[in-house]
């Protein structure tokens, strides 16, 4: 839950500061997982954002042996 949270945290202060967008997948390991599963996760979690739209967040997140739903967030259009 708190890398949801910096990964919104992020895409927010990049869209004040500067009007740039990003794209951001985050995933948690699984208990029988290792580095490479961890990184195919995030890395899916990244596309599927990059084709939600500009600064999109999507997550998978892993709670003892549940798989929660991933989440999808869009910070809001600057100036809009």
Known sequence: RAAVDTAQRILAMLQR???ATCSIG???L???GDASAL???AD???YRAKSDGRSC???EIVAGNVVTMPVARQVGARGA
């Open 17 to 19: 500061t500067t009007g």
């Open 26 to 28: 985050v995933a948690t």
């Open 30 to 32: 699984r208990p029988d």
């Open 39 to 41: 990184m195919q996760c």
């Open 44 to 46: 899916r979690q990244l």
């Open 57 to 59: 967040l999507r997550a």
